[in-house]
Nanobody
């Protein structure tokens, strides 16, 4: 059974940083594309960052330059570091592992709240 469990969210003041984790079981993450998405209250889910099998990364414009997605194959975990957090970053952050036209797995998310 495949499980993705996100952690690392919480309450942070503007300008702060968080490192989100996505621990995978039942699947080998290096075989998949990994991505982070977020969903704010009343808004649609939006893509945040992706790391493909080769290790190349892509970022949504609003987090580019202040975020890093990386993959720890030894621990089968995907991370998202976000710096300079702002209130508009408040959302539930979800992890996704997928293969194009193949398996597609999602976690349940971790809440990030940015407020003074």
């Amino acid at each position: 059974q495949v499980q993705l469990v996100e952690s690392g969210g919480g309450f942070v003041q503007p300008g702060g940083s968080l490192r989100l984790s996505c621990a995978a079981s039942g699947v080998i993450i290096k075989s998949y594309t990994a991505a982070w998405y977020r969903q704010a209250p009343g808004k649609e889910r939006e893509w945040v960052a992706t790391i493909i099998r080769s290790g190349s990364t892509l970022y949504e414009d609003s987090v580019k330059g202040r975020s890093t997605i990386r993959r720890d194959n030894a621990n089968n975990t995907v991370y998202l570091q976000i710096n300079s957090l702002q209130p508009e970053d408040t959302a539930v952050y979800l992890c996704r592992l997928y293969i194009l036209n193949g398996p597609d797995y999602w976690g349940r998310g971790t809440q990030v709240t940015v407020s003074s």
